[in-house]
């Protein structure tokens, strides 16, 4: 009997979860709307690099991306994505922790 009613749980959870990747796929294409949205404020990345008083350069050296790009973000062109706006966010919340562990990698 119990068995029973952990096979039952089981599926329901399953079956859970295939609505949950069918209602994605909806979303996905449009067919419907999220029911809820996180939006992220974009860093502010030459204000966190001038708090820190770091050239680009040795801000781009920091944080292991190419000067040129450093400038492109700062400049509104490209922004950030993925581990390095994580990393920025990091900076921007515990910089002096971020920056001594990067540059106790770099030596």
């Known amino acids: 009997m119990l068995l029973l009613r952990s ?3 089981k599926n329901e959870e399953f079956d859970e979860l295939i609505a949950s990747i069918q209602e994605a796929g909806q979303i996905q294409r449009g067919e419907i709307e999220a029911s809820r ?3 992220f404020a974009e860093p ?3 204000a966190i690099r001038e ?3 770091f050239s680009q350069a040795s801000f781009a050296d920091l944080i292991g991306v190419n000067r040129r790009t450093l400038q492109l973000w ?3 062109h490209h922004r950030p994505t993925g581990s390095a706006k994580v990393l920025l966010k990091l900076v921007q919340t515990a910089p002096e922790w971020v920056v001594q562990n990067l540059q106790a990698n770099h030596a």
């Open 7 to 9: 096979l039952k749980v």
């Open 37 to 39: 949205r996180y939006e």
């Open 44 to 46: 502010n990345i030459q």
């Open 51 to 53: 708090k820190l008083g």
């Open 74 to 76: 700062e400049q509104g």
